[in-house]
């Protein structure tokens, strides 16, 4: 029985151990697999670390130094670099190629190109083009992987660029910059692209092989003390770009050439090199807002070891010891290698050859042509925040005139012959080639005894016309009371204008158009040639023009309407004294040869200069502000006339086209015909007696109503011009009536008028109105049967028909009428227009009518009159408490109604002769 308990305890612990055995080897293998799954958990979080870090940064990670020491991690390690290694790989197969292909689209020509293409040759682009949106360095590598793939960086208009080297590296660094600066400037044509360097350790700057660019201007080396003054010149650059340039809306000059189709500002591209030194204080800041803006304004930087921070687009390039860098375009992971330097014999050359080229464009002389935009671009440009058009050349490229708010007026002088008609004749063609008529009007006048303007209207031999032109005057050095006209408009379109902006709760043109885009608000440029002439009497047209000059000049910048006056000399212009305002506005100085007091005094650049130049200045005439240009023949056939013809088919020849622009010609007499037709049909008829001399060209006439004093009389001692006017408002007269509805009784008193009487008898008589003569032994019992007419009118026997007396030589009669006659004629000044019986009448002289205006008559008997050649003094009498200012001209009459006027105004005498 024990023996069988011993066995059985045996068993027992066999069991027990087996279990035990079993136990252990299940704990064994649950802990191997914790253990493997803990350090695939492990694995996989440090291959997702590495693959989202990327393994070089978690490399440079101090806190994942543990990580790379732990042997049991090796194997995610391995992984990436396997997976890198192939990605690499599968890149280089293909991609380098694909990125040398987008490069060489994006670099052309010596943008991209080796050297051994570009060295040595000259550039033709001129910026209207694309320009080259990278410009290439060198060549990058991945490690020593082949092959190896271009490497480029963006510049003009695109971005700055800084770059930093270390000591060895310094020369490399340099090569570079000149290798790059060689590219752009055998890009473009000589001119396009201007440089500035400026190195902190040399006064010669750096760069040498391209001081053969210096001789041109292509190149200007700094003092190294001078820094400020570098940044304050690209500063001044910058806001003349945006105030005289950027003038239409556009963002930046390279939006302006995409819209335009050429560039009219070179590039600046300012070279600092320094000495890993941080630069003053302010000269950081003032550094920091010319990155900030210049790139808009065509100025770009390339830093050489000069640090700065800005918020501005720019690239990087770092050269190290080795020679080799990296660079922002491409990455840390890519060894830039740069181009080999380029061979100091062969950098001279090219400068060189780039500066020769120069000199020959800047000694080439611009010829009108070369001022136009290409046909196609015709008309292409919006003038809603101002005008710019190019007047003449500066080192053969063009120099812009620009009218808006900060240069809203212009002012032009130079003696006679300096060519003054050659630059306005320049200024109005470019103008109007770059803006369509909506866009710009004209309104010229031309106060000398000239036709400069008169081209633009329709004439004989050319009937074309200037499409933007609305106004044309000439020859109206008498007449100054158009210049004073052409004001007036001006004041009111200001005035209408500013209610159309107030309506839209606006205050500038640029802005009104915006808020009313479907309503058409040209600007206006009125231009006048001569202007002194306005303002050469002491009188009140002269007091009336300075006002009204000096509200426009004040007020018309943000309305859109800009002055363009010229003269030859504007010192001697008295009204203007004490006014210092007027000048003020005319920021836009233009000086020909030998001009005097245009620009300010200490500013004599006008003295040296010769034929078929200018000083531009748009700087009030200060002497930082001059441009030297050189203005093209603009008077040969084939030029004005030739861009008149082609506007005028573009613009003019269509049926709904622009209309002929109003031609004022002070040599010549409108035709009564024209003058008839334009006559108001409403209300009661009205008797013609000439022109006004506004800038509508409306009639001035005489309105007839059954009323006290409405009679006319023409005072003049000679017949010729007092005919006419007594023709012409009589012959008017006949024709506002219905046939048959007035009668008209014609008195010619002496021998010269019965011809000019006969013609208005037949006038009358085509009108269908009955008409009757009356010779002078005829006359008084002619006016005593109307006296007695016009009483039976007032006690109501007789009926109200109308009935026009004219009275040629009225005084002549004073022999014939007697006393009786005398009476009956006072009766009829009198009595007889109310009851429609009206007399029109000549004097020969103001006594003789005052003579007739007395005892039962009075100088209100006569309402209305025209002055001829006849004195302010002797006209007293008949406007008393007026003081009359007037001298007789020829072809003018002294025009006074007292219904309409408060003072009496000039007119111009109508002639009576049929179209031909």
Known sequence: ???????????????????????????????????????????????SWLRAQGLDAAQADPEMTRVFANPHLAGPLERMRADRTAAFRRWLASQPDLLADIVADAAPDAAGRPPAHWLGQVGKADGSEPIP???????????????AFPVA???????????????????????????????????????????????????????????????????????????????????????????????DGHPSLRAL??????????????????????????DHRQLQRVARGGLACGVQLVLLDVPMTVNAPVETVHVGDDGTGSSSMTGRYVTVHPDPPLAAADVTRAAHAIADEHERLRSRIGTFADLLPPQGQWGQQNSISGLSAPVGFSDGKPVQMILADSSPHALIGGPSGSGKTNLLLTMISSMATRYSPDELEFYLLDFKEGVSFAQFAPGRRDPTWLPHARLVGVNINTDREFGLALLQFLADEMRRRAEAAKSHEVTKLEELRREAPDERWPRIVAVIDEFQYLFSERDAVTRAATLLLEDVARRGRSQGIHLVLASQDVSGIEAFWGRPAIFEQFVLRIALPRARRVLVELNDATLDLPRWHAVLNHESGIKHGNEIVRIPDAT????????????????????????????????????????????PRDGAPKALVGQCIDVAGSAAAVGLPDAPGRNVGVLA???????????????????????????????????????PAAQLAEVVAAAGQPVETVSLNRLRARIEAMARDVTDRLSGAAPRRPVALVLYAADAADTVLERDGTEAMR??????????????????????????????????????????????????????????????????????????????????????????
Not at 30 to 46: F, I, L, Q, S, W
Not at 257 to 282: F, H, M, S, Y
Not at 726 to 736: E, M, N, P
């Open 153 to 247: 960086v963006p510049l003009l208009d695109e971005s700055h660029l800084q770059i930093t080297s270390t000591h060895d590296g310094r020369e490399r660094a340099e090569g570079l910059v000149e290798s790059l600066l060689l590219r752009v400037m055998t890009h473009f044509r000589p001119g396009m692209v201007q440089l500035h360097v400026w190195d902190v350790g040399q006064f010669t700057g750096a760069l040498p092989g391209l001081y053969p660019l210096t001789r041109t201007g292509l190149l200007t080396v700094h003092d190294p003390a001078r820094l400020a003054q570098l940044l304050e010149g690209l500063s001044d650059r910058i806001r003349r770009v945006h105030t005289r340039v950027l003038v």
């Open 1 to 47: 029985m024990a023996q069988g308990r011993g066995r059985r305890q045996e068993r027992i612990s066999e069991a027990f151990e087996a279990l035990c055995a079993a136990v252990a080897r299940a704990l064994g293998a649950a802990e191997g697999a914790r253990d493997a799954a803990v350090r695939a958990h492990a694995e996989a979080m440090v291959e």
């Open 827 to 916: 009766k009829l000044m009198r009595f007889g227009p109310e009851t429609g019986v009206h007399v029109l009448g000549w004097w020969r002289s103001v006594p003789r009518l005052r003579a007739l205006l007395m005892m039962s008559a009075s100088i209100d008997d006569l309402g209305a009159w025209v002055a001829l050649d006849v004195q302010g003094s002797e006209l007293q009498a008949l406007v008393p408490g007026m003081l009359l200012n007037w001298s007789s001209r020829a072809g003018r009459g002294l025009f006074f109604d007292r219904a309409q006027h408060s003072i009496p105004e000039v007119v111009i005498v109508p002639s009576l002769e049929e179209p031909s």
């Open 133 to 147: 949106g990278l410009w290439s360095i060198g060549t990058g590598r991945i490690g020593s992987a082949e092959p």
């Open 636 to 679: 040969a056939r084939g030029s004005v006339n030739e861009v008149q013809r082609l506007l005028h088919e573009r613009y003019a020849s269509q049926p709904d086209g622009a209309s002929e622009p109003r031609l004022f010609d002070g040599s010549r007499s409108p035709r009564f015909i024209d003058l008839a037709a334009d006559l």
């Open 257 to 282: 050439a995409q819209a335009t189709g050429e560039r009219t500002e070179p590039w600046i591209v300012a070279v600092l090199v320094g000495n890993r030194q941080a630069l003053k204080e302010d």
């Open 717 to 755: 001692s000679v017949g010729q011009a007092a005919m006419q006017v007594l023709g012409a408002a009589a012959g008017s007269l006949a024709g506002q009536f219905p046939p048959g509805d007035v009668d008209v009784v014609i008195a010619p008193l002496v021998a010269e008028a019965v011809e």
